[in-house]
């Protein structure tokens, strides 16, 4: 089979095709004929070196995969070869066979393309975990996406209107504002020319909002505590700005605040099993009715991957870009 190996770490250049054995389901497991894959910046980390891989793993980038049961091991009952799955890999998803957990596979709705289930199970489950689970935001309550043009954006916007909740997001262009408003947000800032603290704090009329959704990390540290209302939680999804900065504590004891850190591919097979049952249960229906959708930027042969992470690293996309596999 075909596979995507990183000989070397730095630009999407080092992205190479390469002949491997297929992987074996063992017992619990499913090999999957791959039939697209998403690409997530946690990728393009692990490609430039910045997101080591867990103990014990390969080095093939991939986080979620959808395609067709190949073969099941031992212990599996529920799952027959030739159905139709989506799921979360912690590696190897940018390969024509993929080794899935079965209790991290989800049946792919009737309706779907494989593109289409490939873009959900990593950023809905990201979204649930962070956003309900770990912030508590609920109807009534407000958040502030950053990225709400991102894979995990577009999700946590629709995830949280279909809560009751106030939506506001950066992005950083008019045309992508435009279009994560017709998701249903709330008010849209954009960051390279408006202040996100000024302008949610002006159209709050000081209040603040109750969640920050962010991926920047360090850089935006103080400056999204300062949004926050009390007893409000900062959730730290992403570090692309920097992983160390100084802050004041004095604003958090004051104001009550909370920080919360959120990675999905370093937990246990027992926490991801939770971790897609809650999404299953709370979040497949609505996206099986059409209620919320995937949102798919582009997709894109496999064979063209490193065009797929150039797009990704110039922030072109809106929502999600998929590989597909012939």
């Not at 979620?64 to 190897?92: M, Y």
């Not at 900062?234 to 160390?244: A, H």
């Not at 059409?290 to 150039?310: S, Y």
Request: aromatic share 6%.
């Amino acid at each position: 089979m075909r596979q995507v190996i990183l000989p070397a770490y730095g630009g999407p250049e080092v992205l190479t095709m390469a002949d491997a054995p297929e992987p074996r389901a063992g017992p619990g497991e499913l090999l999957v004929q791959v039939r697209a894959a998403g690409v997530n910046r946690a990728d393009c980390l692990q490609r430039a070196g910045a997101y080591p891989m867990p103990p014990g793993l390969g080095n093939v980038p991939g986080l979620e995969i959808a395609g067709e049961v190949a073969a099941t091991g031992a212990d599996v009952e529920s799952t027959r070869v030739g159905d139709r799955v989506f799921g979360l890999v912690a590696e190897g998803g940018y390969a024509e066979y993929a080794v899935l957990h079965a209790g991290l596979s989800v049946p792919i709705p009737e309706t779907w393309s494989f593109a289409e289930g490939a873009a959900v199970i990593e950023v809905f489950c990201t979204a649930n975990e962070t956003v309900f689970e770990l912030g508590g935001l609920r109807e009534g309550r407000s958040i502030l996406v950053h990225a709400g043009a991102s894979g995990v954006g577009t999700a946590a916007v629709q995830m949280a209107k279909q809560a009751g909740a106030t939506v506001y997001f950066t992005a950083g262009s008019r045309r992508k504002i435009d279009r994560v408003l017709a998701l249903g947000a709330d008010h849209g800032i954009l960051y390279k020319t408006e202040d996100f603290v000024e302008e949610v704090l002006r159209i709050t009329r000081g209040e603040g909002v109750d969640v920050v959704e962010d991926f920047i990390g360090a850089d935006y540290l103080a400056r999204n505590l300062a949004v926050l209302k009390p007893a409000g939680t900062l959730l730290l999804v992403g570090l692309m700005g920097g992983q160390t900065a100084p802050f004041d504590l004095g604003g958090m004891l004051r104001k009550r605040l909370s920080i919360r850190g959120f990675t999905l591919r370093a937990q246990s097979i027992a926490d991801k099993r939770a971790i897609v049952g809650r999404f299953r249960e709370r979040w497949l229906p609505l996206l099986a009715a059409g209620t919320i959708r995937p949102v798919i930027h582009a997709t894109v042969p496999f064979e063209e991957v490193r065009r797929a992470h150039e797009m990704m690293e110039a922030d072109e996309n809106f929502g999600k870009i998929i590989l597909t596999f012939d």
